[in-house]
């Protein structure tokens, strides 16, 4: 390396070590979350107060002994998912037959999350997805997983509270979405098509881990979008046992750094979602980018080739989760799928090898702390339902950052295991995927079994 070179990694290192104290997230920082979260759960519970919504779903967790055959959607990411799905009992899951579209063309003709769409649009869109799968003509009943908030006032009756994760698809807010489905369907011919319950992804992700296990009662989505549910044996205003959403992406009694206020400030709904600005996928790759542009502003990184890095940073599209796992999963030689990515998409060469560490870095940065807030905030779920953890918890898990963001997993776990201590024994993290579809299909079916 020559002189300069060191000179310029100085200054390199100095960025990062700025960068280190914005994004760690120390041992007590977790603790003190988990309370935090815990008692805005209690709140949230008890007098519908505070960031968290805690909102009922109405459906406990299954038996396990559902059976028949039911027609699943799974809305609420990038793209749409329809199966139809055969439940066998005794917690086995057959998928006989599914389909999944882009919510937004990536070529640009469409875009059903925007306001460029109406509710009325996107759920004829959805409708189009079942005709395409199934045909008209069957009978079968459906459920459909809507994960955003939504008040529950049946099982099949579920009006939307308001968009998140930056979706904006207009005449939809306050409209019952089970309701705007029935009406696509009908207007398709899909008369014997009957959509019997509707539930939040982390809902789905629950019911579907419990399905073959009852020890499961906390379900999480750490994707797109970030929330978490659990199983609350006592909820304030019903007799019985019910899964509660607690929509925890909303928590905001968190240490924010100028780059997340930054991030807040410029989207659709500054003030909301802090958690999941920080910890999701919809988000990650946007704090990625103003961390980088920080850091050529100062004279740290990229310093022959900035114009044309500014210019490609500039770009949302230009970097998201999926690249960060790119970073992240680069374990070549000097760091070289980077390096092609950088290249192609920006034309500049010959970047520094330190660089390009410096990215990855970066990356783990991000990615660590946000599966350290996610752990925080189990901690404090599991804090309401068995302070003392004198019975084993699975957490069911499912979404892209947790299923292949290199590290998160293994960071959320260590999380926990930091804050548990040696009750963590007591507690499983568990892959479940396409949980959130499959649950819909499981609710459908507790929706129209007898009694
Ligand atoms: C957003 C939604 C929430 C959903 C989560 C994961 O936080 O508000 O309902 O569960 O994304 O998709």
Redesign the pocket.
Known sequence: MSEWETVKGHFLDLGLRDLHKCFNLTGPQMQHIAEKFHQAMLRGLTEQKGPLKMLPSFFNIPTGEESGVFLSIDF??TNVRVSLVQLLGQGKIRVLKKISAFLKDPGGSYDYTAATATGGELFGFLAEQIAELIGVGETIPLGLTF???TEMQALNKAVLIGW??EFNTLLTVGKDVNLLLHEALQERGLYGIKPVAVI???VGTLMTAAYSNPRADIGS?C?????TCYLERQPPQEPHPMII?I?S?NFNRLPANKYDRYLDLHSEKPGE?ML?KMVSGRYLGALMRLVLLGLIRKGCLFQGVSRKMVDFLSQAKNLDAEHISLVLGDNSPGFGETAVWLKDATGARDLAQHELQALKIIATLLTTRAARLVAATYAGVLGRLDPRLKRPHIIAIDGSLYEKMPGFASHLEKGLDEILQNSSRQVRLKLVKDGSGMGAAIAAAVAVAPG
Do not use: L, R, V
């Not at 994707?223 to 929330?227: A, E, F, P, Q, S």
């Open positions: 609420g990411g994960s955003f908030p998140t994760k939040n992804d982390t989505i994707g797109t979008g970030h929330n959403n929509e992406g979602q999941e």
